[in-house]
């Protein structure tokens, strides 16, 4: 069993939709990471969690530490937003990576 | 604040050769973390670097290698490739111990052919 799993793996929506990723993990963990990453690209940092709720601009991330579960949010979705999210634990002295849930918008 | 820089950005191997990435971190981050993804994979850890010292290894055989210099920029050395081994190899930076205030590299992409 995976130590972090991403739910949807895939995701297709329509642009102006909102959109829920979410990430479960068996560990206890000192933080949360979502991160971003097109298609051959390297990895954008969006949000580093440990408790509460985070909002930038149309994304905002939450997490519930007694739950070990965390959402990713975005609201009215646009095209550009199409690309890879991750989400990752930090687990003693290192990252542990989800699979990632693949995001297309359509217009 | 630079970010973490890596280099090259594409590299093409043939199998078993020897190949060295690169990576400057970021400004004031003394903490040094590879991974290895996989096509449709998520990243797996290889070793993290602090001050130095190698300070934890995932699973990955002894011909994966790295070195800290004393500006914290780092090296990945994979001797000996393997066609398994083409990937895109990750770097990230961060501060102290544990780690926080991850910043990522853009990542190499090697083919080994």
């Known amino acids: 069993k995976n130590e972090v799993e991403q739910s949807p793996q895939n995701l297709t929506a329509q642009e102006g939709e909102f959109i829920t990723i979410n990430c479960s993990y068996s560990v206890g963990i000192s933080a949360l990471h979502w991160l971003q990453q097109h298609p051959g690209g390297g990895i954008v940092s969006l949000f580093m969690l440990s408790s509460g709720k985070k909002k930038h601009g149309r994304l905002i991330a939450t997490i519930n530490i007694q739950e070990k579960h965390s959402s990713l949010h975005i609201t009215a979705s646009h095209p550009r937003d199409s690309a890879v999210y991750i989400c990752?634990?930090?687990?003693?002295?290192?990252?542990?990576f989800g699979a990632g849930t693949i995001l297309r918008v359509k217009s | 604040e630079t970010g973490v820089t890596q280099s090259p950005t594409h590299l093409i191997k043939t199998r078993g050769q020897q190949v060295t990435l690169r990576c400057s971190s970021q400004?004031?981050?003394?903490?040094v973390s590879w991974y290895q993804q996989a096509l449709g994979q998520g990243p797996q850890f290889i070793f993290q670097y602090y001050r130095e010292e190698e300070n934890g290894r995932g699973n990955f055989p002894p011909r994966f290698s790295g070195l800290q210099f004393p500006n914290y920029s780092s090296e990945l050395n994979v001797n000996a490739l393997e066609l398994d081994d083409s990937a895109l190899y990750l770097c990230?930076?961060?501060?102290?111990?544990?780690?926080?205030?991850?910043?990522f590299g853009s990542g190499t992409r090697l083919t080994v052919v």
């Open positions: 990230a930076s961060s501060l102290g111990q544990p780690a926080y205030r991850y910043t």
């Open positions: 400004s004031g981050h003394n903490t």
């Open positions: 990752a634990v930090e687990y003693g002295n290192k990252l542990v």
